[in-house]
């Protein structure tokens, strides 16, 4: 069987696709990239359509064995790649050998990384999705994060890895410790002051260690209500941010829960998210207004870019 | 009654109801939800209904807001005719106290009441299901006597195991992972209310309405090897809509 050996796991290596979709209603986590477009990025490189299964690298990569000529690409964060020693370029089509070692070398910029592997993963979907669900032990490879000694099975590569060159070089994305994000406001958006709202638009609020896949806790100054922070439970997206009953804010991602009982400000934009999924504890957000057209419009300009790469085959 | 939307983000519209949890206003978000899945909007990726609104999730590639917008005004003009689905009732078996219910005494302390009136009370009426979340496959159940209403545990405890039964003020529901919380755990029950390795891992859906059957140690253990090995099936009848409460 052709595959990955894992050699060393890293500090949080899951399988993760565009998440697992339909079932929300159910009380099924969606999942997914934490950061989606560079997922699509990682399997427009290789061939792949944009959805298929990758891997997600968190801080401390892993150091991982391929036992088969293959294609891959390594998008977001910048963890200093390396094969079999030498530094190889991120956002960039790799063709790499039978028993070469891909491990990573520290952080440079960002916080999550996507391997992509031409052909993707031989692994069965639960509920139409490859995405691993840690808290529900779901999905994935067996439902957890990699650890030593496991071996991923792969597919055949869809790109000839003897003749590969890559037709594309992206530039690896610097991710600044201070962002400005853009939000639509939230359905709770009133119960907040006006004084809170203010602050909410112009405070810097810092990443706390207490981030991870299922939110992100920030901390600033108090953002001020008119009322109670409880709700009648209701749905949450990915990017909602809740401001619980201590007025700091809690941006919800992708292993978040379907629904929460916390007052709702606003949501992340969709081309928004990938600057919180990169941000590390000690980063600091702003938040600015938009509107939903707007944000559309975005997201649209943003799927024809990706949709363009995808079509185009970024292979010879 | 007063229907709103919003956004939920750029890729969502809230259809928001009035702010009460009751059996009315359920009926209509069941009615709304009914309505817009016959409607096949393309564009529509999910919805989500909860106790007091849908939250549509959608492509804005295929629907634009403003388009979602006009096709949803369109159905609440067309609610008039509250149209319900056929609503499932759903028979989970539970056995009380012992090791799987260890409050079960508290609760019948706490309201003076036999062991048996608890178990009485909270198995004659089927509970409906306003909503799943929290966790896969958990219920929020309405329509708890409040005979057996009992407070939280002032101290959480850090795991309920997955399949326990609980009382947690006006509400019950069944915790379908080992989960950390604060309910009263009354009972257990063997049948998996979330299941990876299953084709369904949920098969509880929100409309449905739930009725515990209390079962006995030996029919448990006989559903519990039933159940590991895929061979339980949930009792499941259907109800009319004029027999709905």
């Not at chain 1, 298929?52 to 294609?71: M, Q, R």
């Not at chain 1, 031989?122 to 840690?134: F, K």
């Not at chain 1, 809170?196 to 260690?209: D, L, Q, R």
């Not at chain 2, 006006?170 to 029950?189: E, F, K, R, V």
């Amino acid at each position: 069987m052709t595959g990955i050996r894992v050699v060393d796991p890293g500090l949080l290596t899951t399988v993760q696709d565009l998440g697992r979709i339909g079932h929300q209603r159910e009380g099924m986590v969606v999942a997914g990239a934490m950061d989606p477009i560079s997922l699509q990025m990682a399997n427009i490189l290789v061939g792949n359509p944009r959805d298929t299964a990758s891997l997600e690298i968190t801080l401390l990569g892993p150091k991982l064995e391929f036992t088969i000529d293959t294609v891959i690409a390594i998008t977001g964060a910048d963890l200093q790649p390396r094969i079999d020693g030498q530094p190889v370029p991120t956002w960039c089509g790799l063709a790499v050998k039978k028993g070469s070692i891909l491990e990573f070398g520290g952080i440079k910029s960002g916080c999550r990384s996507y391997l992509a592997i031409s052909g993707g993963f031989e692994l069965a979907q639960v509920m139409g999705s490859s995405s691993t669900y840690l808290r529900g032990q779901l999905g994935g490879f067996q439902g957890r994060a990699l650890q030593k000694g496991d071996f991923l099975p792969i597919k055949s590569p869809i790109i000839d890895p003897i003749s590969f060159r890559p037709r594309w070089y992206f530039n690896q994305p610097v991710y600044s410790r201070e962002k400005e994000v853009r939000v639509i406001r939230g359905p709770e958006f009133e119960r907040f002051t006006p004084a809170g709202i203010t602050t909410f638009y112009s405070a810097k609020y810092e990443v706390t260690s207490l981030s991870d896949r299922m939110g992100y806790r920030l901390k600033g100054p108090k953002i001020e209500k008119q009322a109670g922070s409880d709700i009648i439970s209701d749905a949450i997206p990915f990017g909602g941010i809740q401001v619980p009953a201590d007025g700091m804010p809690i941006i919800l991602m992708a292993d978040r829960q379907t629904t929460g009982g916390y007052t709702r400000i606003g949501t992340v934009i969709s081309v928004d998210l990938p600057l919180i999924s990169q941000s590390k504890p000690g980063d600091l957000l702003r938040f600015c207004q938009v509107s939903v057209e707007e944000a559309q419009e975005l997201y649209l300009q943003m799927e024809k870019v990706l949709e363009s790469l995808s079509e185009d085959r970024l292979f010879s | 009654m007063e229907i709103s939307f919003e956004p939920l983000g750029d890729r969502g519209v809230r259809i928001g109801f009035p702010e009460i949890i009751s059996q009315e206003v359920n009926r209509e978000i069941r009615a709304f939800a009914y309505a817009l899945e016959k409607e096949e909007i393309i564009g529509i990726v999910e919805i989500v209904p909860t106790y007091v609104a849908i939250s549509v999730y959608y492509e804005p590639k295929d629907i634009c807001y403003r388009e979602l917008l006009s096709r949803l005004e369109m159905i609440k003009e067309k609610l008039q005719v509250v149209e319900l689905p056929t609503a499932r009732l759903i028979e989970i078996p539970v056995l009380y106290g012992g090791q799987g219910g260890p409050d079960l005494n508290y609760v019948a302390e706490a309201h003076e009441l036999t062991v048996e009136q608890v178990i009485d009370l909270h198995t004659s009426r089927p509970y409906l299901v306003y909503m799943l979340g929290f966790a896969p496959g958990f219920p929020y159940l309405g329509g708890l006597s409040e005979a057996i209403a009992t407070p939280r545990l002032t101290n959480p405890r850090p795991k309920i195991p997955g399949g326990s039964v609980g009382i947690g003020g006006m509400q019950t529901g069944i915790y379908p992972l080992d989960a950390p919380g604060g309910w009263q755990i009354i009972g257990h029950t063997p049948v998996k209310m979330y299941d990876p390795q299953r084709a369904e891992p949920v098969f509880l859906r929100a409309g449905d309405y739930l009725q515990f059957v209390a079962i006995q140690s030996e029919v448990y253990q006989q559903i519990r090897v039933r159940v590991e090995r895929g061979e339980y099936q949930v009792q499941i009848k259907t109800i009319k809509e004029d027999e709905q409460r």
